[in-house]
């Protein structure tokens, strides 16, 4: 008895909303998570996609030492050069094809600078939740630059997890997927992927049929968990770049604020104090031509913990 295929994935599709960084000459960035539609994918918990930016007009990147708590930051850029110090004594840069992981858990603080010889930024800041069990972990940075992995039309760029025989040695705290996919045009790709993660396609540039579903540059489309293989389809004349993430949900809630990450309200209201009172929690950031970022005011009200809308 023959079997009937297997019914492609329903995919929701998350709209970014505009926001801008930083003073008069700000960069604005599109922000797909966290939104009210969904906060999580996987423990991926934060994604700004920017550019392309002429610096000349926005002055690029200048983001003086600040704090975070509870997670991980991931850095990928599709063009440009970014300069990253660190409290843990880091310096290292980030260009197109390399990714910059830093750890933040009980504290680490960090600035980021695009480079004098940058004309154009463009590429994406990504965060990703600490499970409980390791959400106060010390401080950590890796650098990482994957070999590209060219199948059925598409160049693959794995930086975090596995996709495509291809897997990063990357260290993570949950199972997680990150790639660059850049499809040829009008290629077709079918990618096998762990049925146990949901996942988040990003689009920069073409446009992508995901699973059957169009999505429009700077949209993202979500898949539940079940899928074991996903399929993208670029249905432009000219390549077209994405990014692919995924991760095993993540268990319980967890609560947001600027650039702190906890399980409460309190937790967010103790960091705050740490970073205005210059403790040891965060460190020092040397190197860095300024002063470091204040916290802004809290809210006058409890921070609720963020949470996916319930699965149907």
Do not use: K
């Not at 329903?10 to 505009?18: D, K, L, Q, S, W």
């Not at 004349?237 to 702190?260: C, H, K, S, Y």
């Amino acid at each position: 008895m023959e079997t009937a295929p297997e019914a492609p994935p329903r995919v929701e599709v998350i709209t970014p909303r505009a926001v801008p960084l930083g003073g008069p000459r700000s960069m604005t960035v599109r922000r797909t998570l966290p939104q009210r539609a969904r906060t999580l994918i996987g423990a991926w918990c934060f994604a700004d996609h920017y550019g392309p930016d002429d610096v000349a007009a926005t002055g690029g990147m200048r983001v003086p030492p600040h704090p975070h708590t509870g997670l991980q930051t991931v850095s990928w850029l599709f063009s440009g050069e970014i300069e990253h110090r660190d409290s843990l004594g880091s310096h290292a840069f980030v260009r197109p094809g390399e990714m910059n992981l830093m750890t933040g858990g009980h504290g680490i603080a960090h600035s980021e600078v695009s480079t004098p010889g940058t004309t154009v930024l463009h590429g994406v800041q990504l965060w990703v939740a600490l499970p409980e069990e390791h959400r106060d972990t010390a401080r950590d940075f890796q650098h990482h630059v994957p070999e590209p992995r060219r199948v059925d039309g598409a160049e693959i760029r794995v930086f975090l997890g596995s996709l495509a025989s291809v897997a990063s040695p990357v260290r993570t705290f949950t199972p997680l997927l990150g790639a660059e996919i850049i499809l040829a045009p009008r290629a077709t790709l079918t990618l096998a992927v762990d049925p146990g993660f949901e996942h988040g396609l990003l689009v920069d540039s073409g446009d992508i049929r995901l699973a059957g579903t169009p999505l429009r540059p700077a949209e993202l489309g979500y898949v539940h968990p079940g899928a074991a293989t996903l399929t993208l389809v670029n249905e432009s004349d000219a390549p077209a770049r994405t990014v692919l993430l995924g991760g095993v949900p993540l268990d319980g809630e967890i609560v947001m604020w600027w650039n702190f990450v906890g399980r409460g309200h309190d937790d967010i209201v103790r960091a705050r104090e740490d970073w205005e009172a210059a403790s040891d929690r965060f460190g020092e950031v040397e190197g860095f031509p300024g002063e470091r970022l204040p916290a802004p005011a809290l809210p006058n009200a409890t921070i609720r913990p963020r949470r996916n809308p319930p699965r149907h």
